[in-house]
């Protein structure tokens, strides 16, 4: 075990730095005397304390990290730094530590479900700790780190690598990974601040505004308001969270190219982009066709919003509602549900297997069918013009393989808990993509409060396996990580 110490150290660190962000709802408890002042005073000195003190015990133990150790110290971050976010909901809300830490992991992961009623009456540091905390897990608190942690000693390649959520994590876009991760959280930061303006000049209040750009550019769903984007019922604000959906499903390593080489020809450039507008388009106009048809809405215009709005959310895995789709006809929300599996690009804050891998098994299954007809012939898979290495489409493939397993043994362990077969399985696509409403019990009419203790551990470890894309966490469950 002693091998781990450094890990341990690093980890000392992250709750450190952690616990500065805790700063920021425990000034806004005490100014606006909102009555959480002490729950954010107990969180801010048991992460600091706890962060110091295992640093102390661990600061000799100083090397660089190795890619086992890398793998171990992202695992743990996401696990153990959603216990300490969760010491604010906990105190200040009365509700049991099994519901305050599927809150935290809601938010670090960028899931965006709940548990919560009445959110218009939460003190509004507590609202403001909790889009905090789902802006900061849509980008990676590991990203943020290894921007800081170089400076003190602790090198971040291999916690990058095992946190970036993209089959290619070789492609730098700087030559230092610290750098890196700086000139990503720029554009992050620049584009919710952009969004953030936008929703304020059409009509949200300033601290709305900033909590649902929080919520919109990470993609997790969490609302200041129970009736979510219903409570404004503008076309305007939908819109605006329309584009920012849009850009944050999006790889930001192109937002980063294409600002930084002021060539928008890099989204052109992008193989993905085009899948995913093309994808996003095509179910926009079947959606409002389908629901034309039904006469759901009582014009093509209504229509249109609405599906719109509704299909680009949960596909991008952001989770926010204007409507309640599980009364549409049941074709509209399952499909919905099935985007909301690959739709979002990698490299982008949204869940899923991203928009790579399932153009890539396409192209796979489509060389398949070819060779049956051709078995002499050589059909390369190509990726934005370049062949796709074999031992690529072999990582996507038993990407994809232990997804669909992971995904069938979730719906099978919610189903033997109890739930109908609806809300089982519905609520393991939400929580192992990480967006949020499901159907049935937890739609959007609903949440995740009707579940009872062993459902929401199920949920909340399919939550962490999604956020942390399945294999980074079963590395470390396995045996062979652990011999020496």
């Not at 606006?32 to 600091?48: H, K, M, N, P, V």
């Not at 937002?255 to 994808?279: M, N, S």
């Not at 929300?333 to 297997?353: A, H, K, N």
């Amino acid at each position: 075990m002693e091998r781990f110490f450094p890990v341990f150290r690093a980890l000392g660190l992250l709750l450190s730095l952690f616990s500065l962000t805790l700063a920021i709802p425990l000034t806004s408890a005490h100014i606006l005397r909102d009555g959480a002042e002490s729950a954010y005073d107990i969180a801010f000195f048991a992460t600091l304390g706890s962060g110091l003190a295992l640093w102390c015990v661990t600061r000799r133990f100083r090397r660089d990290l190795n890619v086992r150790d890398g793998f171990l110290l992202v695992v743990l971050a996401w696990s153990v730094l959603p216990v300490f976010a969760a010491i604010p909901l906990y105190t200040q809300l009365d509700i049991s530590f099994t519901r305050a830490y599927f809150e935290a992991v809601s938010g670090l992961t960028a899931t965006g479900a709940t548990t919560l009623a009445q959110i218009d009456s939460l003190p509004p540091s507590i609202n403001l700790w909790r889009h905090l905390t789902i802006w900061m897990g849509g980008m990676g608190l590991i990203v943020l780190a290894v921007a800081i942690l170089p400076m003190l000693g602790i090198g971040g390649r291999q916690m990058f690598k095992a946190e970036i959520p993209s089959p290619m994590k070789d492609t730098k876009l700087t030559p230092r990974i610290a750098q890196t991760a700086k000139g990503l959280w720029l554009v992050y930061v620049g584009v919710t601040s952009l969004c953030a303006l936008a929703y304020h000049q059409a009509g949200m209040s300033a601290f709305d505004a900033f909590c649902h750009a929080f919520s919109t550019i990470s993609l997790g769903g969490f609302s200041t308001h129970d009736a979510n984007f219903a409570y404004w019922n503008s076309p305007q604000i939908e819109g605006i969270a329309i584009f920012f959906m849009l850009i944050a499903g999006m790889n930001f390593s192109t937002h980063y190219i294409a600002l930084t080489g002021r060539d928008p020809r890099a989204y052109l450039r992008d193989p993905e982009i085009r899948w995913f507008i093309g994808v996003l388009l095509a179910s926009v106009l079947l959606i409002t066709f389908y629901l034309w048809g039904f006469q759901i809405y009582d014009t093509s215009t209504h229509t249109l919003r609405y599906a719109a709005f509704n299909l680009i959310s949960i596909a991008t895995t952001a989770g926010f509602a204007n409507a309640d789709y599980s009364q549409w006809p049941f074709f509209a929300p399952l499909w919905m549900l099935f985007l909301c599996s690959f739709v979002s690009c990698s490299g982008s804050t949204g869940g899923g297997i991203k928009m790579m891998r399932a153009v890539l098994l396409y192209k796979q299954v489509y060389r398949e069918l070819l060779r049956a007809m051709h078995p002499r012939a050589v059909h390369p898979v190509k990726l934005g013009g370049h062949s796709v290495p074999r031992n690529m489409l072999f990582a996507v493939l038993a990407f994809s393989f232990i997804y669909m397993v992971s995904l069938v043994t979730i719906t099978l362990a919610l189903s033997f808990s109890g739930l109908d077969i609806i809300t089982a399985f519905s609520a393991a696509v939400a929580s192992l993509n990480n967006t949020g409403p499901g159907l049935g019990l937890v739609g959007p009419g609903g949440s995740y409060a009707p579940m009872n203790d062993p459902q929401i551990w199920i949920c909340t470890f399919a939550m962490l396996l999604g956020r942390l894309e399945i294999f980074t966490l079963l590395v470390v469950l396995t045996p062979a990580f652990w011999k020496k």
